[in-house]
């Protein structure tokens, strides 16, 4: 009980400072970085969704939107012509230069995903992973992306899927998506859909199902901490040995399974994971 009692208050504690300091986001305290302690899982999507990106990413100019601590963007330097990230958060800026200063072909720069400061045309993808979440107006990033790609270009966004029995809220976000939501957005946002993706089936194991109870029970009882640090805490106790994730997304890291296409216009509660893929 003793465990319990301790990340109970400490969510309470981070709850309180979260109310009373809204305009003092620090999104590095959600953002995956090098030596974050994460399960084989996490690990596993993370290689994902940039192993997924790479094969539209080949001899092309590439975007990441909110690219956190930039831990993708040299993977697909790799192929790409060039890669751009960018964050709102400066410490995850900081980072991500640190990591890639070396690296010819990646930049880094602070920027507003609402506002993007590029010209019209300059890139032939966008990507925006795990983080549509985060936007007060999707509708207004939706509009830059298409300003900002070239024709014919693709913006693909990855988002945990609402739908998922398990799924939980982070911190700090505004509006989650379902499969028919995220295909009406790119759709009314004057983006041909070319496919709605599923990710990550749910497992239907004992020892999975007992996991979901738990889970499950935390979120009801609001004990689930913001902090990513905090839920590796967490995860510890109840999911056994943390791996802490490398400097650098690199080929071969994990498993990777081609993603399922779904149905855009029904709810679907089989998969974690979304992908929408839009074409200017």
């Not at 319990?4 to 309180?16: A, V």
């Not at 092309?60 to 751009?84: R, T």
């Amino acid at each position: 009980m003793g465990v319990f009692k301790s990340i109970y208050i400490k969510t309470i504690l981070e709850k309180f400072e979260k109310n009373h300091n809204m305009n003092k986001i620090d999104y590095s305290e959600i953002t995956e970085t090098p030596g974050l302690k994460a399960t084989q899982e996490q690990i596993t999507r993370l290689y994902h969704r940039y192993h997924f990106a790479r094969q539209f990413a080949k001899e092309k100019d590439v975007l990441e939107v909110a690219c956190g601590s930039g831990i993708g963007l040299g993977y697909l330097a790799q192929v790409a012509n060039k890669v751009v990230g960018g964050d709102i958060d400066e410490k995850n800026v900081t980072l991500a230069q640190r990591i890639h200063k070396y690296k010819q072909n990646v930049s880094v720069k602070l920027l507003d995903a609402h506002d993007l400061p590029f010209d019209s045309e300059s890139f032939d993808v966008i990507l925006l992973y795990e983080a549509i979440y985060y936007l007060k107006s999707p509708d207004k990033f939706i509009s830059e992306a298409k300003r900002v790609l070239k024709k014919g270009g693709h913006l693909i966004i990855c988002t945990v899927n609402k739908d998922w029995k398990d799924f939980h809220p982070s911190p700090y976000t505004y509006k989650y998506f379902s499969v028919p939501e995220l295909y009406r957005l790119l759709q009314e946002g004057g983006f041909v859909v070319k496919n709605i993706y599923g990710a990550f089936p749910i497992e239907k194991g004992f020892k999975s199902q007992i996991i979901s109870i738990i889970k499950r029970m935390a979120v009801k009882f609001d004990l689930i901490p913001g902090s990513l640090a905090a839920r590796a805490y967490l995860k510890r106790i109840f999911m056994g040995e943390l791996k802490p994730l490398p400097e650098e997304v690199y080929e071969g890291m994990a498993p990777y399974e081609e993603p399922t296409i779904l149905n855009p216009k029904e709810i679907n509660r089989e998969f974690k994971i979304i992908y929408a893929v839009g074409k200017k």
